[in-house]
């Protein structure tokens, strides 16, 4: 099956090994372009793994991956990122706990205001000015993720919640086609969790992001997504509506068998 | 992923230069050193010499350990390349002082990459073990390598530093031009530091060493930043054995000695790693103290390394952000 050009990641017969454990065990499928997936599974059903494949943490032991028809197989990461502007959060790394909240978003918008090597050495009026042109950027995300006021704590020291928040907005800088969510919503408190989901409906519609979100939480799955994917032995087993997909006889076995 | 016990360091660690209070300080502390030589001996003068040449391969460690995150020992290795390049240049070719400081900085900056080509593949504790493994290969060869560094005996009558365009001007002979021409050269390589450090670069640097893999995603190649970060660090070591050897006028293996690593090493962890007044700070104290001690030459070991045990306990995270508490706790003042 060829790849779908207009598909914002079309991953083809993915199969990643480790040795004679099987992670993933060829996965085809495409995201459309400006539609919100889910993608879920039980504990160790490759889920993580698959993410890491599409975007340059780990090279899949066979199959492809494309970006909008751009073979991005075995690509770095930071490659992927600013050329195929496919971005990616992690579970536990969150944010750089050393620098201010603002120079977070400041970091992550570098690859675009700063393109070349060289030109990230540059202390000139043009370096200042597009710095300063960044930290306008980041005090509007600020605004919008309810982050404004802590602009120049320490990211560190903020609670696990608002750095997610953080990280969110962070991811927004560079301004990516598709973002993919590695459980956005654990460890977040109720409340942060609907402005989480408030935040990425509002990137999708206003901005046209595509997202693949890896969550368990199933209600807030239901409620933020067009499709829903589920894994389960590094197999995709189904692949519909959410409210198609959580009825799914194979499914509900998945998760009862673990 | 980024050295552990180097994060807890990083509160201190601010990539923006918003410092109005930082900038004052650095002008008080330059006039100061500027006045020195109206009170101060010639052997303190000298201490205060000594103490400027540790700050620059001192500042290179920072930057490798305290901005990319990585503890590296060769920065004496380049330090004595830069020494030895700069001196075999200016004893042959009786260059002017400026040019031995950019031959001893690019020396030790060009055999920094071949090196690095390894070395960063590794992390954590193999790269310390790889780059100690520099310096000891580094002393092998100037002990060895007869024909041009005269092995043990080392070169001697090194030419003291000639200022000039190229032929002609003046020679450094006083102790006080020498200490005149190391507070120069440490303002201008403190300056360099912290303009690297503010920039874009600088911030990537920091990002790599908070989280190599979070560095990546947001588009940070991390390998070439960390090829740079240890080229760098070796630039600023080489250009401090330039100094050290037109100062000196002589040199031998014995530079290589972990004993100038390991000062090197307590300058950046004692003074505050990853900040730039920490090293500052670092190098006028540990160096002073160790030239002060030579009162006691049979103690004098005893007692630094028991004074390194109480800083450790003490603070740390080194002794500037401990001044900084204190500030803050005493008068309310916010001093980044």
């Known amino acids: 099956m060829s790849p779908d050009p207009l598909a914002a990641l079309s991953i083809r017969g993915i199969e990643k090994r480790f040795g004679s454990i099987v992670a993933v065990a060829g996965v085809s499928v495409d995201i459309k372009l400006g539609e919100i997936c889910g993608l879920t599974g039980p504990n160790g059903s490759g889920k993580s793994t698959l993410f890491d494949c599409c975007t340059g943490l780990q090279k899949p032991s066979t199959g492809r991956v494309y970006a909008q028809g751009l073979d991005i197989t075995g690509w770095d990461m930071h490659r992927i990122v600013r050329e195929a502007r496919v971005i990616r959060s992690f579970q536990k790394a969150v944010v750089f706990r050393a620098l201010s909240v603002e120079e977070n978003l400041v970091l992550c918008g570098q690859m675009i205001a700063f393109q070349g090597m060289a030109s990230t050495f540059g202390v000139g009026p043009a370096s200042r000015h597009r710095v300063r042109r960044l930290r306008e950027q980041a005090g509007h995300l600020l605004e919008l993720v309810g982050l404004s006021h802590m602009r120049h704590a320490t990211a560190g020291q903020i609670s696990f919640g608002q750095q997610k928040l953080l990280q969110f907005a962070s991811m927004l800088m560079p301004e990516p086609q598709v973002i993919l969510l590695d459980e956005p919503m654990a460890g977040v408190n109720p409340i942060l969790i609907d402005r989480m989901m408030e935040n990425i409906n509002r990137a999708n519609q206003e901005q046209g992001i595509t997202f693949v979100v890896v969550e368990h939480n199933l209600d807030a799955m239901k409620a933020l997504c067009h499709r829903l994917l589920v894994l389960s032995r590094g197999e995709l087993i189904a692949d519909g509506t959410p409210d198609a997909v959580v009825r799914d006889p194979a499914v509900v076995e998945a998760y009862l068998a673990g | ?336």
């Open chain 2, 1 to 336: 992923m980024a050295m552990t016990g180097v994060n807890v360091h990083g509160s201190y660690i601010y990539a923006n230069p918003r410092h109005g209070l930082r900038a004052a300080g650095f002008a008080v502390l330059v006039i100061a050193l500027a006045a020195a030589p109206l009170v101060a001996g010639d052997y303190q003068l000298h201490a205060l010499i000594v103490s400027m040449t540790f700050l620059l391969p001192a500042l290179g460690l920072n930057l490798i350990l305290g901005y990319a995150g990585m503890l590296s020992f060769a920065q004496m290795a380049f330090f004595g390349i830069g020494a030895y390049s700069s001196a075999l240049t200016a004893m042959r070719w009786g260059t002017p002082f400026w040019l031995n400081l950019v031959v001893g900085g690019l020396a030790a900056g060009i055999v920094a990459v071949p090196l690095g080509i390894p070395a960063l593949r590794l992390r954590r504790y193999s790269f310390v073990m790889c780059t100690l493994g520099f310096a000891v290969i580094a002393q092998t060869i100037a002990k060895n390598w007869i024909s041009v560094t005269r092995g043990d005996l080392g070169l001697s009558q090194v030419p003291r530093p000639r200022i000039a365009l190229w032929n002609g001007g003046f020679e450094i002979t006083s102790i006080t031009s020498y200490y005149y021409l190391a507070l120069v050269l440490s303002v201008l390589a403190v300056l360099a530091f912290l303009t690297l450090v503010s920039s874009a670069a600088g911030r990537y640097m920091i990002a790599i060493r908070e989280d190599e893999t979070l560095a990546a995603s947001v588009g940070t190649p991390t390998w070439h930043y960390r090829m740079i970060a240890f080229a760098l660090s070796a630039v600023f070591a080489g250009v401090g054995g330039s100094f050290y050897v037109h100062y000196f006028t002589v040199i031998s293996p014995t530079v290589f000695d972990p004993f100038y690593a390991n000062t090197v090493l307590v300058i950046v962890l004692g003074g505050g790693v990853g900040t730039v007044g920490g090293v500052v700070l670092g190098s006028f104290l540990f160096v002073a103290v160790s030239e002060a001690l030579r009162i006691a030459p049979d103690l004098r070991m005893i007692a630094y390394g028991l004074l390194l045990i109480v800083i450790v306990f003490a603070c740390p995270e080194g002794l500037l952000p401990l001044f900084i508490r204190k500030i803050r706790f005493g008068g309310g003042t916010h001093v980044p």
